[in-house]
């Protein structure tokens, strides 16, 4: 089977594509380097010729919610309507644990995004996930000097690549809507992560969280980005993550 993956050759994007060739299908990626732009729609209809499924993964790095809401709405119509024109049969989205709960900029957007695919046409399906392990990485390294300010967060972290394989199981199943959260195998504290993280690295840099003003700041210190339910839960715990390739390559920008 042909696969489309919209944001394919982004950091989560490689992980989907691996993972949809790891199952014996044909990733298709759909990119600029592809020719295939998602906010103004060029090359949409061409490249979904023939695509029965779409797992988009594309991502805008912005906690301003404008910002995220054009991007996720106006990404999320031109895939939907696209899809409905080529006649695809499953839309999977990946979208965030306690976006209805954290009232974040960057979230607003993914609520967007999840209102229109699971009120379109094309049946779909939505995946929660919890943050990746990768995100800890990612801050330190959004933040030079020799202290890292990093948020107060309480969170149940699971590695990239096992979201990407459930968003692979999830694309081959039938569309069940909102499917059930994915989280990881443990709470952390995303400062604890951090020093972790440096510890591991041999680094000497001091963590500094500091809860976020608010609302928004008690729910992700508290329990807002926490899965309510049960559903599946990642194998690989942050001990193991931190001596795995993927800890010392991590770089870029991810939710």
């Not at 594309?58 to 895939?79: K, P, Q, W, Y």
């Not at 443990?186 to 003003?213: F, I, K, N, T, Y």
């Not at 980005?225 to 193991?240: E, I, S, V």
Request: aromatic letters at 4%; a positive charge.
């Amino acid at each position: 089977m042909r696969i489309a993956v919209a944001g394919g050759t982004g950091w989560v994007g490689r992980l989907v594509v691996d993972a949809v060739r790891a199952a014996g299908h044909e990733p298709v990626t759909l990119a600029r380097s592809t020719g295939v732009d998602l906010i103004s729609g060029s090359g949409l209809d061409q490249a979904l010729t023939a695509i029965p499924v779409v797992i988009d993964v594309s991502n805008v790095s912005t906690i301003n919610r404008r910002r995220s809401e054009e991007f996720f709405g106006t990404a999320t119509d031109n895939l939907l309507a696209a899809g409905q024109r080529a006649g695809v049969r499953h839309h999977v989205a990946l979208s965030v644990v306690g976006v209805d709960r954290v009232n974040w900029g960057y979230y607003a957007g993914k609520r967007r995004q999840e209102r229109l695919v699971l009120d379109g046409t094309v049946p779909a399906t939505v995946l929660r996930s919890t943050q990746f392990y990768e995100l800890a990485a990612q801050m330190l390294a959004s933040i030079p000097g020799p202290v890292a300010v990093v948020p107060q967060m309480r969170i149940q972290p699971i590695a990239a690549h096992e979201v990407a394989r459930c968003l692979v199981d999830l694309a081959l199943a039938d569309p069940a809507g909102r499917a059930p959260d994915i989280a990881g195998p443990q709470q952390l504290r995303m400062s604890d992560m951090a020093r972790r993280l440096l510890r591991s690295r041999g680094s000497h840099r001091v963590v500094l969280p500091v809860r976020l003003p608010g609302a928004t700041g008690r729910a992700m210190a508290g329990d807002g980005l926490l899965p309510t339910a049960p559903g599946p839960r990642g194998n690989q715990t942050f001990d193991q993550w931190l001596g795995s390739p993927a800890a010392q390559k991590t770089t870029g920008r991810t939710r």
